[in-house]
């Protein structure tokens, strides 16, 4: 494995962990709207102060009590009601939709096919390391990229339950992680076993960059546009790098197929981030819909990572045996 595999995993969550302690402020059309924040004003006044606030917060579910919520969910739906009588459906709070809660969970869906992507990634790693001696080249590097996609799925998952400022840069940090890493992860496959030097090389460039655009996102504007741009760029070159690898050997890798599969349909189901439509029920929108889509992907690529690291094994041990 090239030296800068753990040193790469480090920066990234050194990287993720500073830019989550900075906390900035922003909005949305919802958000800003009169009629939403004159209710919650009014809310406020009328049940937030004096002996009120006592048999007020008595009504309210516990978990609305702890995280402060005690007026702005009635509201949303309120502001909702009103827009749907204007036949205005398209209207988000804080740059989100509003979705029904089940208990604490601000976004059950999307938290419950975050939970079952970060099983099915848990579930194909211990497959990975039951299958493929830790000998195998590309052991620790895939390991890596487990555990990389594992806090990830984490940090998904938290977001999903409890937005704020803090869960929701993680969420989103430690998703460009995974994409960064899985770049990396090419790069090591398809180059830094004949040349470690330049995997280690490209490891400590995608350091810097990915500190960068942690740093523009923390210090200078937190703009989801930018970072979905980012992501795109980083996720098409990882497309088509792994796609000409596979290509390439595609006749003396019979199994790349795999590798292939995973790649176009998880660039082709991320689409469904830039539809971005109101939630059905609201409960399912884009978001969740695209995570759910991705929960049976882990099977094939980890099973692709399975079958090459045993591959290059052969390889590493009918070589030891030449010589």
């Not at 917060?57 to 509201?75: A, N, R």
């Not at 009588?85 to 999307?110: G, H, K, Y």
């Not at 109101?278 to 882990?298: E, G, R, Y």
Request: charged letters at 10%.
């Amino acid at each position: 494995m090239p030296a800068a595999a753990g040193p790469l995993a480090l920066g990234l969550v050194l990287a993720v962990a500073a830019g989550g302690l900075v906390v900035p402020v922003w909005g949305s059309a919802g958000d800003q709207d009169p009629f939403y924040t004159k209710c919650v004003s009014h809310c406020e006044k009328t049940n937030c102060t004096g002996s009120k606030l006592k048999s007020f917060l008595k009504q309210q579910p516990y978990y609305m009590i702890v995280t402060g919520e005690k007026d702005k969910p009635t509201c949303m739906f309120q502001t909702i009601s009103l827009y749907l009588q204007l036949v205005i459906i398209e209207v988000s709070f804080f740059f989100f939709w509003p979705f029904v809660r089940f208990l604490f969970i601000q976004e059950p869906a999307s938290a419950f096919a975050s939970v079952l992507n970060g099983l099915a990634n848990y579930v194909m790693l211990a497959r990975y390391r039951a299958v493929v001696p830790s000998e195998s080249p590309m052991y620790r590097t895939c390991i890596a990229f487990a555990l990389v996609s594992l806090n990830g799925w984490f940090w998904s998952t938290v977001f999903h339950i409890r937005d704020t400022y803090l869960t929701e840069k993680m969420d989103y940090f430690c998703a460009s992680a995974v994409i960064f890493y899985s770049i990396y992860l090419c790069c090591v496959r398809t180059l830094g076993l004949k040349h470690p030097t330049c995997a280690s090389l490209f490891g400590i460039f995608l350091i810097i960059v990915f500190a960068s655009h942690i740093s523009y996102l923390t210090f200078v504007r937190f703009d989801y546009g930018y970072n979905m741009a980012a992501n795109v760029a980083i996720g098409i070159v990882n497309l088509l790098w792994w796609l000409g690898w596979c290509l390439k050997n595609w006749q003396q890798l019979p199994y790349v197929w795999k590798c292939v599969v995973v790649v176009l349909l998880l660039h082709g189901v991320a689409l469904l981030e830039l539809l971005d439509f109101p939630p059905f029920f609201w409960v399912f929108d884009a978001h969740a819909v695209w995570h759910m889509c991705t929960i049976p992907l882990p099977f094939l690529f980890y099973s692709f990572l399975a079958d090459d690291s045993l591959y290059l094994l052969k390889v590493k041990l009918s070589i030891i045996k030449i010589d």
